[in-house]
């Protein structure tokens, strides 16, 4: 046996949302989040992509409204991550648990002590801290009142709440993330951004500007962030996993290309400080214009730290893709890859690609790169001793992390890597609870019920010991 070591002070992590955990999300003060619209069940697809508006209703079960009390548990969830040695955890803040409608003129005092006390009992395990200010989170308040990121105003909105929470988390933050996979937004609208569309407008355009918004704000928060907090450092985050074209045939190659560009052109702005050359041809061949003035070209000149990304498969690019069998994956369709088996929820695994995508992302961008989400959705069983034998989440991930040993090998520079879920939470894209994820256990179901009790699975261990000899045995 031999152990594949990582570089000094790498930091091993494990990561929750708070859409995905809080609860809580009428208490404290906290405002009507997005998050809060999207239903468990057959109207979740709908509202979630932006094609129909959401109203609360008496007949729907919305799981972010009490998520896995996260609120409450924190202090009990964050001693056992202590006890499975962490060095990092990442979260994301409640931006209606700030500012509960969006505009007001001053914070929420509650939801300031409530992450105020969080971040400290991280801090007093110990763990650093990556926090992501917006994770698929956006108050209703500036939904229903400024059309959300479809309006510039939502930027200054959005950097009175950053600039408070560097003001006030920067004594404990480390690592900071603007936005959660900030790609997602052209391909989930409302969870990604709080964006619906009437059928009389042209979802394309304002996909795209609000994306050149929100990298406005993305920027104007990096410039923030440097001058409140200046021993932090800022990133920027997509949902990574590079593309590979279906076959050599140059039709399938450059669509596999114009599909890596629709993901990536985010972090060329955000890292290179300026859109790519080829933006101006892609809004022109839409027909699309965006409201982009001088003033933004200025401020999208401030460049971020480093690049982070979420990795659970590659894609698959074809120039027809009616012709194959496709592949939903983690949002983006793609067509399926005959080499790669999938998971029980249909996403490829492909530990290589992981390599594949560091290498890409760094030879494009050269930036110290973060691993902030990776992991294996599927459904655990309690043995009749009460325990949990998780084999196969230890598999994806030792052969992931084995595949990102490879990857620093090779050169690229890895801040660290941390694992998706941590404890178990919501699924993003299908509400349930199932689709576990966690190194521990939460007693809840799909429809909300259970006692909320926490419980290590077999990965814990392993992966404390991963984190212990900082590294993997082979
Ligand atoms: C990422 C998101 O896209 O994938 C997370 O940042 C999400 O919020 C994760 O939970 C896994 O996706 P899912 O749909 O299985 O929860």
Redesign the pocket.
């Known amino acids: 046996m031999t152990i594949k070591t990582f570089p000094e002070n790498f930091l091993w992590g494990g990561?929750i949302?708070a859409?995905?955990t809080e609860g809580a999300w009428n208490i404290g003060g906290r405002g009507l989040s997005n998050i809060d619209l999207i239903p468990h069940g057959p109207n979740r697809q709908d509202i979630k992509l932006g094609y129909k508006a959401s109203q609360l209703s008496d007949t729907e079960y919305y799981p972010s409204h009490t998520g896995i009390d996260f609120y409450h548990y924190y202090k009990a969830d964050i001693a056992m991550l202590a006890e499975m040695g962490l060095k990092v955890f990442r979260t994301s803040i409640s931006w209606s648990r700030i500012y509960p409608n969006g505009d007001e003129a001053t914070p929420n005092q509650a939801g300031i002590d409530y992450y105020t006390d969080l971040f400290k009992t991280c801090k007093e395990h110990n763990i650093s801290l990556l926090v992501t200010l917006a994770?698929?989170d956006i108050p209703m308040g500036i939904v229903e009142q400024y059309n959300g990121w479809k309006n510039r105003e939502t930027i200054d909105l959005y950097i009175k709440f950053a600039e408070t929470c560097f003001e006030n988390f920067g004594a404990y933050v480390d690592y900071w993330i603007p936005f959660?996979?900030i790609n997602?937004v052209l391909h989930s609208p409302f969870s990604g951004g709080g964006l619906y569309f009437d059928e009389n407008e042209n979802r394309e355009a304002l996909l795209y500007q609000a994306a050149h918004y929100m990298l406005v704000a993305s920027a104007k928060a990096v410039k923030s962030c440097h001058r409140i907090t200046p021993d932090a450092q800022i990133g920027c985050m997509i949902?990574g996993g590079s593309f590979y074209p279906y076959s050599c045939n140059p039709e399938d190659v450059w669509q596999s290309m114009i599909d890596e560009r629709t993901n990536t052109f985010f972090v060329d702005v955000q890292s290179k400080g300026k859109y790519p050359y080829y933006m101006e041809s892609l809004f022109k061949s839409k027909g699309i214009q965006i409201d982009i003035t001088e003033h933004d070209k200025e401020v999208l000149k401030q460049t971020v730290d480093f690049v982070a990304f979420?990795y659970?498969a590659s894609r698959t690019s074809i120039a027809d893709i009616t012709r194959v069998e496709q592949n939903e994956g983690?949002?983006i369709v793609s067509a399926k890859n005959p080499y790669l088996k999938m998971s029980d929820?249909g996403?490829v695994v492909d530990p290589l690609g992981l390599r594949i995508t560091m290498n890409q992302i760094y030879e494009r961008f050269e930036k110290p790169l973060f691993v902030v989400?990776n992991?294996l959705?599927a459904k655990d069983v309690i043995e009749a001793d009460g325990s949990i034998q998780d084999d196969y989440r230890i598999d994806y991930m030792q052969q992931h992390i084995q595949a990102m040993h490879d990857g620093i090998q090779d050169g690229v520079p890895l801040l660290g890597y941390i694992s998706?879920?941590i404890i178990d939470?919501?699924?993003?894209?299908?509400g349930?609870m199932s689709?576990r994820?966690g190194m521990i256990f939460v007693d809840k179901d799909d429809a909300g019920n259970g006692t909320l009790k926490r419980k290590k699975k077999k990965s814990f261990d392993w992966y404390k010991k991963v984190i212990q000899q900082n590294g993997i045995e082979i």
């Open positions: 990561a949302a859409n995905q994770h698929f959660n996979e997602v949902a979420s659970y983690n949002i929820w996403w989400e992991g959705g998706w879920g939470l919501v699924s993003a894209s299908t349930e689709k994820y």
